[in-house]
């Protein structure tokens, strides 16, 4: 079997960058093509978006299960062959959520728009919960499982800062309207982009850590035993929390940046350009980490960038930055924690895994990350919801050409506002929940060492 290396980590990117074409894409537009193109209330939309993620975190957990019960073609992986089917779906989620039905009418529309974002949330979910599991049997070595959670964090990068930042370009013509047909055919390359993302993960990652089942048996897996092992991890649970939060910025941020530059700026471009600066702080945090993670561990780095972010962010709500330039500057450097949780978070919960095992010899991978993820999920339709309900509370008028000035200063407040409550929710998770420090982590991975030699 080919040893850990260079190729599982550009593998393992591969995979975070095919679903973040389709994910970051409809997270950051879906919202604009609903509110611009179909005429969606803003309040509809968000309470869809909270609703459709208790439903997805719901999917969540049976698709966790799945990888653990039964294993699926030939080659004896447990969740590689999972997302070579589940690649497909996620493509044509995509291109189904920004195909133009304005003309259907009201309700036929409402419908349609309730069916397609239902359709991704289970699409993702069966894609996302395999690939997040596999970096849990790629390795079980602490410092290569850290390799593959920054490696996580630049795939996401990827797109999110290098293609999805020039996405307004496209959208938006020369007077700052939207032009409809534009979405469409950002989905048509994005679903294909993806697909072919997802094969590179197929062919370049291998599953190390295998059990003995061959294909089609069903294990004596309790999911029962596999829920009583998680509410009972600590760790997992500070984690589930931490990431509610980090989500929670994500997701909201994410919807309101676009309109953000468009309306309250007048500079739709700003968004192009915001995320090169996003780019710089991300290459300089993807230098420098392990470095910081090998003097401070893990869990202090983010409690000390977090708490940095938390005043930060809190400074820039109270302080209006008139000057685009200057506002973009000081918002990458102040939400500099949430591009560190990113990098690191990924590490963390692989070790609340390992926490799991050691504490009860099972491997419960799929169903620990598909209850992690149920938290995610949470995170992510609570952030959908506020982004969306903050439009509806400062004003926000749904088809229209333009915002009024007091519309667009009160979404900026939105905008610099909603990490404050993000970073809250980290530093509990993190700092007061999630136990692991650096002497008991070093302890946990020294017995589990010594149990699977015995192996």
Same mark, same amino acid.
């Given at each position: 079997?080919?040893?850990?290396?260079?190729?599982?980590?550009?593998?393992?990117?591969?995979?975070?960058?095919?679903?973040?074409?389709?994910?970051?894409?409809?997270?950051?537009?879906?919202?604009?093509?609903?509110?611009?193109?179909?005429?969606?209330?803003?309040?509809?939309?968000?309470?869809?978006?909270?609703?459709?993620?208790?439903?997805?975190?719901?999917?969540?957990?049976?698709?966790?299960?799945?990888?653990?019960?039964?294993?699926?073609?030939?080659?004896?992986?447990?969740?590689?062959?999972?997302?070579?089917?589940?690649?497909?779906?996620?493509?044509?989620?995509?291109?189904?959520?920004?195909?133009?039905?304005?003309?259907?009418?009201?309700?036929?529309?409402?419908?349609?728009?309730?069916?397609?974002?239902?359709?991704?949330?289970?699409?993702?979910?069966?894609?996302?919960?395999?690939?997040?599991?596999?970096?849990?049997?790629?390795?079980?070595?602490?410092?290569?499982?850290?390799?593959?959670?920054?490696?996580?964090?630049?795939?996401?990068?990827?797109?999110?800062?290098?293609?999805?930042?020039?996405?307004?370009?496209?959208?938006?013509?020369?007077?700052?309207?939207? @032009?409809?047909?534009?979405?469409?055919?950002?989905?048509?390359?994005?679903?294909?982009?993806?697909?072919?993302?997802?094969?590179?993960?197929?062919?370049?990652?291998?599953?190390?850590?295998?059990?003995?089942?061959?294909?089609?048996?069903?294990?004596?897996?309790?999911?029962?035993?596999?829920?009583?092992?998680?509410?009972?991890?600590?760790?997992?649970?500070?984690?589930?929390?931490?990431?509610?939060?980090?989500?929670?910025? @994500?997701?909201?941020?994410?919807?309101?940046?676009?309109?953000?530059?468009?309306?309250?700026?007048?500079?739709?471009?700003?968004?192009? @350009?915001?995320?090169?600066?996003?780019?710089?702080?991300?290459?300089?945090?993807?230098?420098?980490?392990?470095?910081?993670?090998?003097?401070?561990?893990?869990?202090?780095?983010?409690?000390?960038?977090?708490?940095?972010?938390?005043?930060?962010?809190?400074?820039?709500?109270?302080?209006?930055?008139?000057?685009?330039?200057?506002?973009?500057?000081?918002?990458?450097?102040?939400?500099?924690?949430?591009?560190?949780?990113?990098?690191?978070?990924?590490?963390?919960?692989?070790?609340?895994?390992?926490?799991?095992?050691?504490?009860?010899?099972?491997?419960?991978?799929?169903?620990?990350?598909?209850?992690?993820?149920?938290?995610?999920?949470?995170?992510?339709?609570?952030?959908?919801?506020?982004?969306?309900?903050?439009?509806?509370?400062?004003?926000?008028?749904?088809?229209?050409?333009?915002?009024?000035?007091?519309?667009?200063?009160?979404?900026?407040?939105?905008?610099?506002?909603?990490? @404050?409550?993000?970073?809250?929710?980290?530093?509990?998770?993190?700092?007061?929940?999630?136990?692991?420090?650096?002497?008991?982590?070093?302890?946990?991975?020294?017995?589990?060492?010594?149990?699977?030699?015995?192996?």
């Amino acid at each position: 079997m080919k040893k850990f290396g260079v190729r599982d980590q550009v593998g393992y990117a591969l995979g975070d960058i095919g679903g973040s074409f389709v994910n970051l894409y409809i997270g950051s537009f879906f919202l604009i093509f609903c509110t611009y193109v179909l005429g969606v209330s803003p309040y509809f939309m968000g309470t869809m978006f909270l609703l459709a993620k208790v439903f997805d975190a719901i999917c969540n957990v049976i698709m966790g299960t799945l990888p653990d019960r039964w294993k699926l073609g030939k080659s004896g992986d447990k969740f590689l062959p999972y997302i070579n089917i589940s690649k497909w779906i996620l493509a044509a989620a995509c291109l189904l959520a920004f195909a133009d039905v304005s003309s259907w009418g009201s309700t036929a529309t409402h419908v349609w728009v309730v069916f397609v974002y239902l359709f991704f949330c289970v699409a993702y979910t069966a894609d996302s919960i395999p690939y997040g599991s596999l970096a849990s049997v790629i390795t079980n070595d602490p410092v290569e499982r850290t390799k593959l959670s920054r490696a996580r964090a630049i795939g996401g990068m990827v797109v999110g800062l290098g293609f999805l930042s020039f996405v307004p370009m496209f959208i938006y013509d020369k007077s700052g309207a939207v @032009i409809p047909q534009a979405f469409f055919y950002i989905a048509i390359v994005f679903s294909i982009l993806s697909v072919l993302a997802y094969t590179g993960l197929i062919r370049l990652t291998t599953e190390r850590i295998r059990d003995d089942k061959p294909a089609g048996t069903k294990s004596d897996y309790s999911f029962k035993d596999a829920f009583t092992v998680a509410i009972k991890n600590r760790p997992l649970i500070g984690m589930m929390v931490a990431s509610i939060g980090s989500l929670l910025m @994500i997701n909201g941020v994410s919807q309101l940046a676009p309109i953000v530059f468009a309306e309250r700026y007048q500079m739709p471009g700003a968004f192009a @350009i915001n995320s090169f600066i996003s780019i710089g702080v991300t290459l300089i945090l993807f230098g420098i980490i392990p470095k910081l993670v090998a003097k401070f561990n893990k869990r202090n780095l983010i409690i000390a960038t977090s708490l940095f972010s938390f005043v930060a962010a809190l400074v820039m709500t109270l302080v209006t930055i008139d000057n685009v330039y200057l506002f973009m500057v000081l918002y990458n450097v102040a939400t500099i924690g949430s591009s560190v949780f990113v990098m690191v978070v990924w590490a963390l919960v692989t070790d609340c895994i390992d926490f799991a095992e050691l504490q009860t010899g099972k491997h419960y991978e799929g169903t620990l990350y598909s209850l992690y993820s149920f938290a995610r999920k949470v995170g992510m339709g609570l952030g959908a919801a506020i982004g969306s309900y903050a439009l509806g509370w400062v004003g926000f008028v749904s088809g229209a050409k333009a915002q009024s000035p007091e519309v667009a200063n009160g979404i900026l407040k939105m905008y610099t506002g909603m990490p @404050i409550l993000a970073f809250i929710l980290i530093l509990i998770g993190v700092g007061l929940i999630y136990d692991l420090n650096a002497k008991r982590t070093t302890e946990m991975y020294a017995a589990l060492k010594e149990r699977r030699a015995a192996n």
